[in-house]
């Protein structure tokens, strides 16, 4: 079946960190761009970060940049997330998502979203 | 930065048709995206490139482009369409959401 299983989400304290991943199967993982996409409690979407398929080329929402790691492991058809500094202002469920094609990013692919909860 | 701009809510009979608008400066010259979001659910994309609809996706569901707007279409609306809808799009400085439209099927 193909399929993105988010994981890592938990409580975590203001200025903590957190590492999410997201296990891919059912699909050649190392074809495709991918991307973390969240959204906080009650509100909509935001676009947090991508990473080009073979991890060369990585993008991230000024909301994030310096503070959020993104990663993959082509080997073992993973996605990664790494959170620093965290505020409350990100606490949202944290989505994986496939890229559909390659120059037009946009999502074919939704894992069911991990919850990060920011508080002291 | 750039913005995409939605109506919150859009309500409709069953039976008839909704039309849900995003609208954008670089929408001229970039494709956008639509995802539909049901309670408890990830986002579903239900139309792709303005007006492509993925397989799977049922016909009434369609995308227009006109200018600096995109319209999601969905025709004989039926009670499962209930849900929140978003527009995507990029331009130079990034990709971006529209804020949802919370389609109410009454």
């Known amino acids: 079946e193909v399929q993105l299983v988010e994981s890592g989400g938990g409580l975590v304290q203001p200025g903590g960190s957190l590492r999410l991943s997201c296990a891919a199967s059912?699909?050649?993982?190392?074809?495709?761009?991918m991307h973390w996409v969240r959204q906080a409690p009650g509100k909509g979407l935001e676009y947090v970060s991508a990473i080009s398929s073979n991890g060369g080329s990585t993008y991230y929402a000024n909301s994030v940049k310096g503070r959020f790691t993104i990663s993959r492991d082509n080997s073992k058809n993973t996605l990664d997330l790494q959170m620093g500094s965290l505020r409350a202002e990100d606490m949202a469920v944290y989505y994986c998502?496939?890229?559909?094609?390659?120059?037009?990013?946009?999502?074919?692919?939704w894992g069911r979203g991990t919850l990060v909860t920011v508080s002291s | 930065s750039y913005e995409l701009t939605q109506p919150p809510s859009v309500s409709v009979s069953p039976g008839q048709t909704a039309r849900i608008t995003c609208s954008g400066d670089?929408?001229?010259?970039?494709?956008a995206y639509w995802y539909q979001q049901k309670p408890g659910q990830a986002p579903v994309l239900v139309i792709y490139k303005d007006s492509e609809r993925p397989s799977g996706i049922p016909e009434r569901f369609s995308g227009s482009s006109s200018g600096t707007t995109v319209t999601l279409t969905i025709s004989g609306v039926q009670a499962e369409d209930e849900a929140d809808y978003y527009c995507?799009?990029?331009?130079?400085?990034?990709?971006?959401f529209g804020g949802g439209t919370k389609l109410t099927v009454l």
């Open positions: 995507q799009s990029a331009d130079s400085s990034g990709l971006v």
């Open positions: 998502a496939r890229d559909a094609e390659a120059a037009n990013w946009y999502f074919d692919l």
């Open positions: 059912g699909f050649t993982f190392s074809s495709y761009a």
């Open positions: 670089a929408l001229p010259k970039q494709y």
